[in-house]
């Protein structure tokens, strides 16, 4: 258990960015904090400055949990952590239940968000914070608690004081659902104060009984409105209430008086509603009949209480309701208080529903659902706002010169960022776009959206963001939600796109090279056509069929835990080198529009690898990069890193990391890596010499054809089988697979094994899901077409620096032999051979010479020498006064002692 909290302390912090903090916990029954009468076992902070240390620094996370190996997770609410939390406590009943109920009557129905049962069986509901301050809310209603800025929770899998553990709800789970928003009335309700009336009141000189509440409160709210602390509130109405009530009111009534009143933010006046007030409502409602609920009296105050919170408005509703039962029908109730609320804001309702027009009613043939304020003019010619003017025409405030509206939210699933959906009508047909929202609510940045095609200027802009601010309130609870991602490939919730996740788009606002990527992974033609057309001419040639088992492979890396590798297929013009390279990415899509080349940038590459994420990534045409050694080196370890550059903001920080877990296929005329490129490099890279299809030129060419016909049907059927095979099982068939390859080709580098074991199990895989071959003979199959390429691979001798380097040196040697002898070419020599006491033949060369010579084959000196000495390649010296080894040597030449890099040379 104490693992468990751990690692959901790091989890909470480093994945979803969360302040974290360890609470004390609970042994046998009692809470660790030592006190016997505890009454918040395992709730509270165990350091000193308890919610003040929240942490989401992994070090000092791992310190505290090292330090309480059982401590319970305490994660603060409010903005450090990017959420607030509605705290459902089922303890006493269901009174937090029954609140919950009437709170979604009036402010609408709490959208599906993440969620955890507490030890004690009540409900923690989280919801993104709002970018406004949410405070706490002790006893906000009845059973009902708010969590926000400055305070927590305790976080599963804590302990609770009974025993259980807090859990989280299984289809409300961080990794099922995103966390979503509040609507916006719910937001509304939590954090706008209580305005005061600020409105003049003429009152009598003295409170006759039955008016006394009444006018005392009316008194007190026009105090509080002049400014009045609540303390000198307080003492103005008990002097009020002995000089002015007869007779005079308890001290309990008029603290309570006072209490109310203070509720109000003081010197913000609102404008005045002939309507009755708080204390004179609550005296009303104790003795009213259910016919007199529904006087104009009665119903108007409770649409002003409404309009000013309607959290207290369901507070009233439950009153009316426990006194009366089923004689006073709610749904009658809202009607009735609907309509005056519709009464003092001066607009009617008509059916039930505000006279803002659906978009489908104003343009023909529109598909919009959604409603327009009534105070734009929306229809084919734009979208305008006409605002009446005292003196002089009125003013045409344009905002777009074709409809445009708001007709959805999008919330990537992994960052929970939300983008909105734009409808527009260009060209005579209805668009859609997915932009930031940072973009349609600011003005200076709504103009990029003229590069879309929305007739948006500098001029407009700012009218464009108003209307759109008030279509999306108008809207906002109506709005359908759609799940985003920015990538392909495996999702947060174990799907896995494209193939799995129909309901989930791309999130991205680019409609140019993003967009065409996106459209390359569509599907064309039949799965039985490709199998036909691609899959059956691909398999009779061994390396073409490796290329597309690769392209298979792709999604099973992240499955099995394997880093990413490169396959790159090199050798003569022709060939079929790029046709099998097609072949192995139409399993996914369209190759001609998804595959890159050698001539794009590294930031291109990188982020084309962070798009598709688990599906291949082809790179045509080595040649192009020309004698850039560096640049390729550099490609190679980018994208066997897995993971993109460290990058700084303009303004101050890191920016977001992408990430891949992909195979990519390369193809070119030269190798990949040169002699002088590093093991490390090299153990990455699958680099395979020949024509995938032989001397079948007629084949190769038909495979252009059959590629571009029909593509994209293969992989959602397979990745589908994939996503149902038990991890552990898929996992155990790899490591037997990958270890018959390893025992027969004791001679390879380990990494390249089992690299070409990732792709024989794709072969293995897709042979019996798409091609109806038995396992057994799938499995003989795939085991063959590894024999066959582990066969054209490096062996971990020609791969090794040191050996690679030692082949470079020996061919240095020869052609430079004259600058050895006694009297070298132009005087220059480069050091001296000698005789060992074997007698081996010993090349002596000066130390910078070496330098120079192994730089100019592209190897590090310094760390070859260290290679060698530990193979005994070279010879050594240890110094009696520090006992250190070194990779020079002293000679006495010449009368001088010299020093010298001395190496074994029949080594070679």
């Not at 004689?327 to 003092?344: E, N, T």
């Not at 992408?658 to 195979?663: D, G, H, Q, Y």
């Not at 010879?875 to 006064?881: C, I, M, V």
Request: aromatic share 8%.
């Amino acid at each position: 258990m104490e693992d468990r909290q751990a690692q959901a302390a790091l989890v909470y912090a480093q994945k979803y960015g969360f302040a974290v903090f360890p609470l004390h916990s609970v042994r046998d029954g009692r809470c660790t904090c030592g006190n016997a009468k505890c009454d918040r076992k395992g709730k509270h902070p165990r350091t000193q400055g308890g919610l003040k240390d929240a942490s989401k620094d992994p070090q000092v996370i791992t310190r505290w949990w090292r330090r309480w190996p059982d401590a319970n997770v305490g994660i603060a609410t409010g903005a450090v952590s990017g959420f607030w939390v509605l705290d459902i406590d089922t303890a006493g009943g269901k009174a937090g239940e029954d609140s919950l109920d009437y709170l979604q009557d009036e402010l609408g129905p709490l959208p599906a968000t993440w969620e955890q049962i507490t030890g004690s069986g009540g409900r923690h509901m989280l919801f993104r914070y709002p970018g406004i301050p949410i405070k706490n809310k002790v006893g906000w209603m009845d059973g009902l608690d708010v969590r926000g800025d400055g305070g927590y929770i305790v976080a599963p899998p804590s302990v609770h004081a009974s025993g259980r553990t807090y859990e989280w709800e299984l289809e409300h789970h961080p990794a099922e659902i995103p966390m979503a928003m509040a609507p916006e009335l719910w937001v509304s309700a939590l954090t706008e104060p209580k305005q005061s009336t600020g409105q003049a009141v003429d009152l009598p000189d003295k409170f006759a009984a039955g008016q006394r509440n009444e006018l005392m409160f009316r008194l007190g709210a026009s105090l509080r409105a002049r400014g009045l602390s609540a303390a000198a509130l307080r003492a103005a109405l008990h002097e009020e209430n002995r000089a002015r009530c007869t007779p005079p009111l308890s001290d309990h009534e008029v603290d309570t008086i006072a209490e109310s009143c203070a509720k109000y933010a003081p010197g913000e006046p609102r404008p005045a509603a002939a309507v009755m007030e708080r204390s004179a409502l609550d005296t009303r409602l104790r003795d009213v009949t259910p016919e007199e609920i529904f006087g104009a009296e009665i119903i108007g105050a409770l649409a002003a209480v409404k309009d000013e919170n309607a959290a207290d408005y369901a507070q009233y509703k439950l009153q009316i309701r426990d006194r009366f039962g089923r004689a006073v029908s709610m749904r009658d109730l809202d009607s009735a208080v609907k309509q005056a609320q519709a009464k003092q804001r001066n607009f009617r309702i008509v059916n039930g529903n505000e006279t803002d027009p659906l978009a489908s009613d104003l343009i023909k043939d529109c598909p919009l659902k959604v409603r327009i304020p009534r105070d734009w003019r929306w229809d084919l010619t734009g979208v305008r706002r006409v605002v009446p003017k005292n003196n002089g025409p009125d003013e045409l405030q344009v905002a777009s010169q074709v409809p445009v509206a708001i007709t959805g939210r999008a919330v990537n699933i992994e960052t929970r960022e939300e983008r909105v959906e734009l409808s527009y009508r260009l060209d005579n047909r209805w668009q859609s776009m997915i932009v930031k929202r940072s973009v349609a609510f600011a003005a200076r940045n709504i103009v990029d959206l003229a590069d879309k095609g929305l007739t948006v200027s500098s001029e407009t802009a700012r009218h464009l963001v108003r209307y759109f601010d008030d279509q999306f309130g108008l809207n906002l609870d109506a709005l359908p939600v759609t799940s985003t991602v920015s990538h392909f490939g495996w999702l947060a919730d174990g799907r896995f796109l494209p193939g799995g996740a129909e309901d989930v788009r791309l999130d991205f606002d680019d409609q140019g090279g993003t967009g065409a990527i996106a459209r390359g992974y569509e599907a064309a033609g039949s799965l039985e056509d490709w199998i036909d057309q691609v899959a059956r001419p691909v398999r009779k040639f061994p390396l073409a069929r490796f290329q597309l088992a690769a392209g298979f492979g792709a999604p099973l890396l992240a499955l099995l835990g394997h880093r990413v590798f490169i396959v790159h297929n090199w050798g003569p013009s022709g060939g079929g080198k790029t046709a099998g390279a097609y072949g192995a990415v139409s399993v996914w899509g369209d190759p001609e529009t998804l595959k890159t080349s050698f001539n794009a940038t590294r930031v291109g590459l990188e982020n084309m690898a962070a798009l598709y994420a688990d599906l291949p990534l082809l790179i045509d045409e080595r040649q192009v990069a020309g004698d850039r050694d560096d640049f390729v080196k550099s490609i190679v370890y980018m994208l066997g890193l897995g993971k993109s550059k460290a990058r700084g903001m303009r303004g101050g920080g890191l920016q977001k990391f992408t990430t891949w877990r992909t195979i990519t296929l390369s193809t070119g005329e030269q190798p990949l890596t040169t002699a002088g490129v590093e093991a490390g490099v090299k153990n990455r890279v699958l680099e395979i010499y020949g024509r995938p299809f032989g001397e079948d030129e007629d084949a190769a060419r038909a495979m252009y054809d059959a590629t571009d016909q029909y593509h994209g049907t293969a992989g959602p059927v397979f990745v589908a089988r994939l996503a149902q095979m038990d991890r552990e099982e898929l996992r155990g068939q790899y490591q037997a697979l990958r270890d018959s390859l390893l025992f027969a080709r004791p001679d390879l580098q380990a990494a390249h094994v089992h690299a070409v074991a990732v792709v024989c199990m794709a072969d293995y895989l897709y042979s019996q899901w798409l091609m109806d071959v038995p396992e057994s003979a799938a499995m003989d199959d795939a085991l063959a077409l590894g024999d066959t390429i582990l066969d054209k691979l490096e062996s971990v001798d020609e791969v090794n620096d040191a050996s690679r380097a030692m082949e470079y040196f020996a061919s240095w040697c020869g052609i430079n032999a004259n600058f050895f002898e006694a009297d070298p070419p132009g005087g220059r020599r480069y050091g001296i051979t000698e005789q060992g006491a074997a007698g081996e033949r010993i090349v002596c060369v000066y130390p910078p010479i070496f330098e120079d010579a192994m730089r100019a084959g592209g190897y590090n000196g310094q760390r070859i020498l260290r290679d060698w000495a530990d193979k005994g390649w070279i010879l050594t010296e240890t110094r009696p006064s520090d006992g250190k080894r070194r990779c020079k040597v002293r000679r006495q030449i010449s009368g001088k002692r010299e020093m010298f890099v001395a190496v074994i040379v029949d080594n070679m």
